[in-house]
């Protein structure tokens, strides 16, 4: 079946390996360019004070190559560009508990977001596993990676494990709206099982291995706005686990499920999966 994808969201995680958990909280003041709407201002502040937080309470690992300028004192790291990853930050945010406390206001013309968020976190406490995924636009090869797509645009994925494991892809959109890309709306099972060192491509019949062609799911994207957002949300682990219970709402859409419940599904498994490896790929779609 070929779908359409409609969807405008953006979400946040870090990909880890993790122990105990603690309370933290964290604050950050977002200063917006002129072209970002105040709900992206709000997504990009809070996902900063998600990553304050975790920086306050476990530290950071900071390369030499990484321009992101990260100053202690008292206790509290001070974080003058903040561009870290899952990999620099030795924590991992597991869930928000209550809601996050904005503050808006303007400074001589410019957009400032304040925010403040509670959470439960864990520390990394080993190295993590290197998984290879890549978000392909209208090309089958990993060089069409992209971030940006356009209206009409095919949507493939590319994916490699040093080990053998499960595999789910979802993509929440803004209407709280959690669609299961993977495993495919035919697996009666809910699961798709990955074997080690083997390159796979997802979302296309053409270079499926024949016994599961019957079974692939391909997708197309499109825009009805001038510029959207979209998250594909992968989650892989050698352990194995299913799907979240889902729906099926349209022949034209992924199963799909309330973005709450998706939250509980995920938060439930990656506190009792300390091998539990999720990655985000945050997509530009544009209209034009």
Known sequence: MKHTLLFLSIIFTIPVFSQKMKTVEGEYTYHAPENVTLEEAKLTALDRAKIQ???????????????????NGNGKSDIDFLSIGGSEVKGEWIETTGEPQYHISYDQGMLVVKVSVKGKAREIVSAQMEIKTK???????????????HDGDDLYL????PVSGYLAVYLVDAEQKAFC???????????????????????????????????????????????????IYIVFSPNAFAKACDNSVSESLPR?????????????????????ITRIFPITLNNN
Request: contains cysteine.
């Open 158 to 161: 590319s994916f490699i494990s």
């Open 181 to 231: 890309l993977l495993p495919y709306q035919s697996q009666e099972d809910g699961i798709y099982k990955i074997k080690s060192n083997k390159r796979y491509l997802f979302f296309n019949r053409k270079e499926a291995e024949k016994e599961l062609t019957h079974l692939v799911d391909e997708y197309t994207m499109t825009c009805s706005k001038g510029t959207e957002r979209n998250t």
């Open 53 to 71: 937080a975790l920086a306050d309470e476990f530290g950071t690992i900071v390369s030499q190559t990484n321009s992101t300028h990260i100053q």
């Open 135 to 149: 978000v392909l636009r209208n090309g089958t090869e990993d060089k069409f990676e992209s971030d940006e797509f």
């Open 256 to 276: 799909e499920l309330d973005y709450a419940d998706f939250q509980r599904w995920i938060i439930k498994q990656r506190k009792h999966d300390q091998n539990m």
